[in-house]
């Protein structure tokens, strides 16, 4: 099993900055990969970032060059960021952090955190 945490969301103008953190507990020596997704009201969740295990990354290409994904790990705790710069309105959404586990064929959830973009 793995329990994913997140922090990190809230309320920024236009423009501005937020970090995300996701922080992973459990069976973390077997995540093949971390993200993020986001949903907004009434559109469906969408890939926002992923970080495989290897280090490869890949971003939604709506915020290429203006969000970045890195990841730290402290023996068994893994935590797993979101950098949001330039923010949009458009940015607005929940915000999920997700782990993938192959080994079992299993993927985990965060409990979402909101981030609110106002023009």
């Known amino acids: 099993q793995v329990q994913l945490v997140e922090s990190g969301g809230g309320l920024v103008q236009a423009g501005g900055s937020l970090r995300l953190s996701c922080a992973a507990s459990?069976?973390?020596?077997?995540?093949?990969?971390m993200g993020w997704y986001r949903q907004a009201p009434g559109k469906q969740r969408e890939l926002v970032a992923l970080r495989n295990s290897d280090g490869s990354t890949n971003y939604a290409d709506s915020v290429k060059g203006r969000f970045t994904i890195s990841r730290d790990r402290d023996n068994a705790k893994v935590t797993v960021y979101l950098q949001m710069n330039s923010l949009k309105p458009e940015d607005t959404a929940v915000y999920y952090c997700?782990?993938?586990?192959?080994?079992?064929?299993?993927?985990?959830w965060g409990q979402g955190t909101q981030v609110t973009v106002s023009s």
């Open positions: 459990g069976s973390t020596a077997t995540i093949n990969a």
């Open positions: 997700n782990a993938v586990r192959s080994i079992v064929k299993t993927e985990y």
